[in-house]
Nanobody, 123 residues
Framework: QVQLVESGGGLVQAGGSLRLSCATA????????LAWFRQAPGKEREFVAG????????DYADSVKGRFTITRDNAKNTVYLQMNSLNPEDTAVYYC????????????????WGQGTQVTVST
């Protein structure tokens, strides 16, 4: 079993930054690909960023490349999503996820989800 707990969401003005955190727990969490997804009102949940392996391979959705960065701190069992240059289109609930496929863009290969954290970007 894997537990994922997100934090760090909030309200920010357009152009601002936020850093989301995902605390992970579980004996086998290191076996999984870790990722961030988001879901805006009325839209499907979509892949944002993923990280995998001892060399920290990363992958990003085109919409966030150059603005978002996914990293992890193995000592703290935490995955981060640094979000810069935010715009109103980034408003969504952001979910931490653990899956078995690389790149982790397909929800059917996600095995565990966090509860989500709201990010709201105002104009």
């Amino acid at each position: 079993q894997v537990q994922l707990v997100e934090s760090g969401g909030g309200l920010v003005q357009a152009g601002g930054s936020l850093r989301l955190s995902c605390a992970t727990a579980g004996r086998t969490v290191s076996r999984y690909v870790l990722a961030w997804f988001r879901q805006a009102p009325g839209k499907e949940r979509e892949f944002v960023a993923g990280i995998m392996g001892s060399e920290d391979f990363t992958d990003y959705a085109d919409s966030v490349k150059g603005r978002f960065t996914i990293t992890r701190d193995n000592a703290k069992n935490t995955v981060y999503l640094q979000m810069n240059s935010l715009n109103p289109e980034d408003t969504a609930v952001y979910y931490c996820a653990a899956g078995s496929r690389w790149p982790p863009v397909d929800r059917q290969f996600i095995h565990y989800w966090g509860q989500g954290t709201q990010v709201t970007v105002s104009t």
